[in-house]
């Protein structure tokens, strides 16, 4: 069964515009949240991070909200560029563990200009 | 610059062998890590190694091993046990221990013949 579930596979959004990226989890062991952004055939790169001690992160454009009672969390990317037409994933790592992370399936954004 | 190096990109296999994915990494990172991606799919952890000469199996390990005989390295070998080894092969170092996001590399594409 999934742990961390991206249920929107794409998203279209047009430039300038805000992006909203959706991630809900299963487990209340998480303590730690990431989101990676992928482009094809090249590795995941780290975006932002989030502690379950938090609600909120920021940094630049990007923006991570935690909703520990729903057990949900957000990406915000505002304004939406063409460049960050990509794929994010939505990772989660349990408390107190090796530092091993359970990954959502992702959620493919598209950025129109 | 650092970071961590995989090769070959682009990886081919006839059935029945045995092949050996390469990582490398100058982030004097000590964990090290092997995800397998498939299309649609998120990262799934293959084996994990948080120090030299010491690994675990991951949530896939079957069909796979690895070695860490040192810090910078850490091979994966795809075995003929494997019965569906096409796929993106990913590997990642952290800083061990808390919460520290995983840094990739670009990944090998492995097919058989």
């Given at each position: 069964d999934q742990q961390v579930k991206q249920n929107s596979p794409s998203l279209s959004v047009q430039e300038g515009r805000i992006s909203i990226l959706n991630c809900d989890y299963t487990n209340s062991m998480f303590d730690y949240f990431l989101w990676y952004k992928k482009y094809p055939a090249e590795g995941p790169t780290f975006l932002i991070s989030i502690s379950s001690i938090k609600d909120k992160n920021e940094d630049g454009r990007f923006t991570v909200f935690l909703n520990k009672s729903a057990k949900h969390l957000s990406l915000h990317i505002v304004?939406?560029?063409?460049?960050?037409?990509a794929v994010y994933f939505c990772a989660a790592r349990y408390g107190g563990s090796q530092g091993n992370l359970i990954f959502g399936k992702g959620t493919k954004l598209s950025v129109k200009p | 610059d650092g970071g961590i190096t995989q090769s070959p990109k682009y990886l081919f296999r006839k059935e029945g062998q045995n092949v050996t994915l390469s990582c490398e990494q100058n982030?004097?990172?000590d964990a090290m890590y092997w995800y397998r991606q498939d299309p649609g799919q998120g990262l799934r952890l293959i084996y994990y190694s948080q120090i030299v000469n010491d690994f675990q199996k991951g949530d896939i390990a079957e069909g796979y091993s690895v070695s860490r005989e040192k810090k910078e390295s850490f091979p994966l070998t795809v075995t003929s046990a494997q019965k569906n080894p096409t796929a993106f092969y990913l590997c990642a170092s952290s800083i061990a221990g808390g919460p520290q996001p995983q840094h990739f590399g670009d990944g090998t594409r492995l097919s058989i013949l």
């Open positions: 304004p939406s560029q063409p460049g960050d037409s | 982030l004097n990172h």
